[in-house]
Nanobody, 123 residues
Framework: QAQLVESGGGLVQAGGSLRLSCAASGHTFTFNNMGWFRQAPGAEREFVAAIMWNGNTYYADSMKGRFTISRDNAKNTVYLQMNSLKPEDTAVYYC?????????????????WGQGTQVTVSS
């Protein structure tokens, strides 16, 4: 069973940047597809970005050009670099490990989830 631990959240002013990290253990990381989701208060958990085992990346439209997902297989870690942050990016950000190569924008494609890290963007 995979364990995922996010870190790097915090409070930042609008226009600022944060880098989230997700350390994975318990499964062979190299061949797993990984994703980031976020959930704002009162909202559904939504897709942010995903990276496949082969390095292919996918982004939600509203994050394209601002967020970058990457992975370091040697460290069993996936990252989310977030630039030009907006107050509407305020949410709990979750890392997840997928069990499929398809529909990586869907929560149902993921089996293992981290506990989340809070990102707050002030205006």
């Amino acid at each position: 069973q995979a364990q995922l631990v996010e870190s790097g959240g915090g409070l930042v002013q609008a226009g600022g940047s944060l880098r989230l990290s997700c350390a994975a253990s318990g499964h062979t990381f190299t061949f797993n597809n990984m994703g980031w989701f976020r959930q704002a208060p009162g909202a559904e958990r939504e897709f942010v970005a995903a990276i496949m085992w082969n390095g292919n990346t996918y982004y939600a439209d509203s994050m394209k050009g601002r967020f970058t997902i990457s992975r370091d297989n040697a460290k069993n870690t996936v990252y989310l670099q977030m630039n030009s942050l907006k107050p509407e990016d305020t949410a709990v950000y979750y890392c997840a490990q997928a069990i499929t190569d398809r529909y990586l924008e869907s929560r149902s494609s993921y089996k293992y989830w981290g506990q989340g890290t809070q990102v707050t963007v002030s205006s």
